[in-house]
């Protein structure tokens, strides 16, 4: 973290994500803060919350993109959900509260992945003599403890080593083989369907069920492959310690959770002060304790949200942030607004992004054997297209580019098995032959790009 200045930060996300350069600086400097504050004395840092950031702009102009993209370059838990997806007291809807549970399961799977890597080869080691185990059964005679004649030991030790290399061959991928795996009963599964879910429970009564649900031992018939798999979660299951992985988790969640609330422009009041205007203010009161800084119960214990980045968005074309309500406002304290995309913006996002669209279905068709080039000039019509179809239909940003690419390529895909070794280039000409006539009807252009 020290190494990532906000400077830095910018350029790692200038090379998925074009322009928007003034919301790249925010994220850039509210992660940079996170490092600072982990510097101050106890007390201070105590005091010290995170600035809290509301993104301004319409669909697909990369607001959700810099989020992901930042928490990725962080290693920072993730969590994206819909504002419009809450409802007041989470009836027919999601509990506010369970967001901060999301964040944590999230925080707790990149921690478990963490800790994999590093037992993986213990893990690994143990599979690979639990299925040497089931290739080669112990003698009943030894199991029951009588004693074993050396020579016969001696044969089967050799046998197994000659077993192991062919393991590690590959040769047994496919050998059928049997497995005890521990299956668990949900005897209060209608229960819980009935009532809403399990995420309606309360996190106690969660953890709770989960420790009484009956387990049982059910004998599979598996390849070596899939075995291989099962018993390697199994063991690191076994050498993973849970306590010291769940706190972890936590502090990781608390410290340095990332929550992206999309859609926030939706919970906007629309004046008539009934209806549908009062569960947007209900929810929008349950939201502003947890971004203020709260301790939200979880099945893993109690969670803080104190430190936790809210990163709001919404395209605010019907309302305005000053219609959220004053309290919540004053907690999304950076408001950066998104430009919308233009022409030229759309040739950029085509070519220079590491994961550009173009390069990806050159590799995708790389696959096939076949050889594509885009063109300077095709990637400048396929943008111009999708400029043209945002202007005259719905602005919905890059995302159009991905509808006009999958028409630009659709038939050389579905040809492509039968193409291979071909070279194939798709310029301008390539472009309007596959486009043209959409385009030019704006009826057809609504419902096919």
């Not at 074993?148 to 059928?176: C, H, I, M, Y």
């Not at 310690?241 to 926030?264: C, H, P, Q, W, Y």
């Not at 999708?386 to 159009?400: F, L, P, S």
């Amino acid at each position: 973290m020290k190494e990532l200045t906000p400077r830095r930060v910018v350029e790692e996300l200038d090379k998925y994500i074009i322009g928007q350069a003034e919301a790249k600086r925010a994220v850039a400097i509210a992660i940079r803060n996170r490092w600072r504050r982990l510097q101050l004395p106890d007390t201070m840092r105590e005091e010290i919350g995170p600035k809290n950031i509301l993104m301004i702009g319409p669909t697909g102009v990369g607001k959700t993109e810099i989020a992901r993209r930042l928490a990725m370059l962080v290693n920072a838990p993730f969590l994206k959900i819909e504002a419009t997806k809450f409802t007041e007291v989470g009836y027919m809807g999601r509990d506010v509260d369970s967001m901060v549970r999301d964040l944590v399961e999230i925080s707790i799977g990149m921690v478990k992945k963490e800790q994999t890597e590093v037992v993986r080869e213990s893990a690994e080691r143990l599979t690979e003599e639990r299925i040497l185990d089931e290739l080669l059964p112990r003698p009943s005679s030894e199991l029951s403890g009588h004693v074993v004649d050396e020579g016969a030991e001696s044969s089967r030790r050799r046998s197994r080593e000659k077993l192991r290399e062919q393991l590690r061959a590959g040769d047994f991928e496919d050998r059928l083989i049997e497995l005890q795996v521990e299956q668990k009963q949900m005897p209060v599964g209608m229960l819980a369907t009935t009532i809403g879910g399990a995420e309606q429970l309360g996190p106690e009564i969660q953890d709770l069920m989960d420790r009484l649900m009956p387990t049982r031992q059910k004998n599979r018939k598996v390849t070596v492959r899939e075995a291989r798999r099962i018993i390697f979660d199994d063991e690191c299951e076994k050498l993973i310690d849970r306590e010291k992985t769940i706190e972890l988790a936590v502090r990781r969640a608390e410290e340095s959770g990332i929550i992206f609330l999309d859609e926030m422009d939706k919970l906007c009041s629309q004046g008539s002060g009934h209806g549908p205007d009062v569960s947007r203010q209900g929810v929008q009161r349950d939201l502003l304790p947890i971004i203020e800084g709260a301790t939200i119960s979880t099945r893993y214990g109690p969670v803080r949200t104190d430190h936790v980045l809210f990163i709001a968005a919404g395209a605010f074309h019907l309302s305005k942030p000053s219609d959220l309500m004053p309290e919540l406002q004053g907690r999304l304290p950076i408001r950066v607004e998104l430009d919308d995309l233009t022409k030229e913006d759309f040739v950029r996002i085509l070519s220079e992004p590491r994961n550009a669209l173009t390069k990806q279905q050159v590799a995708l068709l790389a696959t096939e054997g076949l050889a594509v080039e885009f063109t300077a000039d095709g990637i400048d019509e396929m943008a111009s297209i999708a400029a043209d179809v945002n202007k005259r239909t719905e602005n919905i940003g890059a995302r159009r580019l991905q509808t006009i690419m999958e028409k630009v390529v659709e038939k050389m895909s579905f040809d492509a098995p039968e193409m291979s070794g071909r070279d194939v280039t798709i310029d301008g000409g390539y472009v309007r032959d596959r486009l043209g006539e959409i385009a030019r009807d704006v009826d057809l252009s609504k419902f096919i790009l």
